[in-house]
């Protein structure tokens, strides 16, 4: 049961909201927009490898090809247009998306639990932090708490993240890298 709640979490969850964050920098509508760019495609396939390895590390090699085709499949499903899923709506409330044990921040710690490196999914979790979405409900709370606060208390107060956790410091370094 932890692994099929852990693979919908962190592959798909994980991997559409990297996708949206992504996409939302380079003004995308859909998702369909962001994953035919290819390079939303291949960060958000590597995101979503990582998860996938760190899966394939905690429950054994017989889970393998179970997620390995799961990731070509969402990766398939994400092209989807009759979907007409938005970019606005898969990224919506990043507050909630970016909690430790959420889809992207949990996905990036649970990564490093199983020894594998997280830094494709901390690239989605610096697109979340710069999501800037009119009319979202928690995305101005972000905003304005980068402007006032600055990084550093984003990730702790909304990652939960201390300072002395490694993922912190990767953080905060891949959002100065991108500024």
């Not at 996409?23 to 990582?50: H, L, P, R, S, V």
């Not at 990224?91 to 998306?97: E, F, I, L, M, Q």
């Not at 972000?142 to 600055?150: D, H, I, N, P």
Request: charged share 25%; glycine share 8%; with cysteine.
């Amino acid at each position: 049961f932890e692994f099929y709640i852990k693979r919908k979490l962190f592959l798909h969850n994980g991997g559409h909201a990297v996708c949206a964050y992504l996409g939302k920098q380079k003004g995308y509508e859909y998702i369909w927009q962001a994953i035919a760019d290819q390079e939303i495609y291949e960060a958000a396939k590597a995101a979503m490898t990582a998860s996938a390895n760190a899966l394939i590390h905690k429950f054994g090699p017989e889970v393998r090809e179970n997620v390995e085709n799961n990731v070509i499949d969402l990766l398939f499903r994400f092209q989807n247009r009759a979907l007409k899923d938005t970019v606005a709506r898969v990224g919506a409330d990043p507050v909630r998306k970016l909690r430790r044990n959420d889809r992207i921040v949990g996905a990036a710690l649970f990564a490093m639990e199983e020894g594998v490196d997280p830094a494709p999914i901390i690239r989605g979790i610096v697109a979340a932090l710069k999501f800037d979405q009119e009319g979202d409900a928690t995305a101005p709370q972000v905003q304005a708490a980068l402007k006032s606060e600055g990084v550093a208390h984003v990730i702790e107060q909304f990652m939960g993240l201390k300072p002395e956790e490694p993922l912190f410091g990767m953080i905060q370094s891949a959002w100065e890298a991108s500024l």
